[in-house]
């Protein structure tokens, strides 16, 4: 079993449509969350830290659910400039050691 | 400021050829990271350097692969010799301190081996 697994899509929505991803993680030590974005040919770019309380950044939101060991982006009012993949990656306490997930596509139409 | 640094952009060369990889990150930027990126992956961790030292190297392949950062500063990844399965997209980033902070990341080499 992967440390990270993601659905790697792809999520064709129409605009303005709200589309959410999950993620989830193994290693129950995990402490920081992330949320990165990366266009096709494009290095990754953080989109969001995921904080315990959950935590909004406009059109996105990212929550944590540490029980489930799974975390979740949520984005509203879909444009088509979100189209991207998005990487969930894990922290694990005690290391400083990213692990990514293989990413979700989304492809949001016109 | 400027980004996280690499070069070449592309590469393309034969198998059993060597090969390497430049990257220059963000002034200030302690930590080092170099990723391998498959087709429809996420970034795997090669090596991270804080400073000069390479403190997690655990899945560099060292049969083939190895790399520097002298100085601190710059780093060097190098593939000697290179094998098909290699073809991929290297990336550095680096990062301010050593954990929880953002990773920056440059943009990548893209090497194809023949």
């Known amino acids: 079993r992967k440390e990270v697994e993601q659905d790697p899509g792809p999520f064709n929505v129409p605009e303005g449509a709200t589309v959410a991803f999950n993620c989830t993680y193994s290693n129950s030590a995990s402490q920081s969350f992330f949320w990165y974005r990366q266009d096709c040919r494009k290095e990754p770019k953080l989109l969001m830290s995921?904080?315990?309380s959950g935590n909004e950044d406009g059109r996105f939101t990212a929550q944590l659910n540490r029980a489930s060991q799974y975390i979740s982006l949520l984005i509203r009012d879909s444009k088509l400039s979100d189209s991207a993949t998005y990487l969930c990656?894990?922290?694990?306490?005690?290391?400083?050691?990213?692990?990514f997930g293989t990413g979700t596509r989304l492809k949001v139409l016109a | 400021e400027a980004g996280v640094v690499q070069s070449p952009r592309y590469k393309i060369i034969e198998k059993k050829q060597p090969v390497a990889f430049w990257c220059n990150p963000i002034?200030?930027?302690?930590?080092l990271y170099w990723y391998l990126q498959n087709l429809g992956q996420g970034p795997e961790l090669l090596i991270r350097y804080e400073n000069e030292e390479a403190v997690d190297d655990s899945q560099l392949p060292k049969d083939r692969f190895s790399a520097e950062r002298l100085k601190g500063v710059d780093s060097t990844l190098k593939i000697q010799p290179a094998e098909l399965g290699d073809s991929a997209v290297y990336l550095c980033a680096s990062s301010q301190g050593r954990g929880g902070d953002e990773q920056f990341f440059g943009p990548g080499t893209r090497l194809t081996v023949l």
């Open positions: 995921v904080y315990s």
């Open positions: 002034s200030g930027h302690n930590t």
């Open positions: 990656v894990v922290r694990t306490s005690g290391t400083y050691k990213y692990i």
